[in-house]
């Protein structure tokens, strides 16, 4: 599976943005998906996931820094996996990238650490200005 980020740019603080990870091969539905994103100088965290269900969209999860202002959404066909940003501030800024684990399980939780995804698609820069 090979991923690919899109969707960022720059916006001013306050402002919203929606990035997307897109499959170049069938669709992420047996996948868990997670947003990851490293700042200039900083180690790359975790931001934000969705797990996968064969029964609803997932269980999400997010980092304390960015909940209750980025949403993680996947697409009706599963091909797609959103990030919903919004109130976003200066220290948002960072390269996001989306991560994907496959699982033949039913039903998985979202994985915060980096290691444990498979496959990773190309980061997307998001800049936020005062």
């Known amino acids: 599976v090979q991923l690919q980020a899109s969707g960022g740019g720059l916006v001013q603080a306050g402002g919203s943005l929606r990035l997307s990870c897109a499959t170049s091969r069938g669709t992420l539905s047996s996948s868990a998906v997670g947003w990851f994103r490293q700042a200039p100088g900083k180690e790359r965290e975790f931001v934000g996931g969705i797990g996968r269900s064969s029964w609803n969209d997932g269980t999400t999860s997010y980092a304390d820094s960015v909940k209750d202002r980025f949403i993680v959404s996947r697409d009706k066909a599963r091909k797609l996996v959103y990030l919903q940003m919004n109130s976003l501030k200066l220290e948002d800024t960072a390269v996001y990238y989306c991560?994907?684990?496959?699982?033949?399980?039913?039903?998985?939780?979202?994985?915060?650490?980096?290691?444990?995804?498979?496959?990773w698609g190309q980061g997307t820069l998001v800049t936020v200005s005062s």
């Open positions: 991560a994907a684990k496959y699982t033949r399980s039913p039903a998985a939780g979202v994985a915060t650490s980096a290691p444990l995804y498979d496959n």
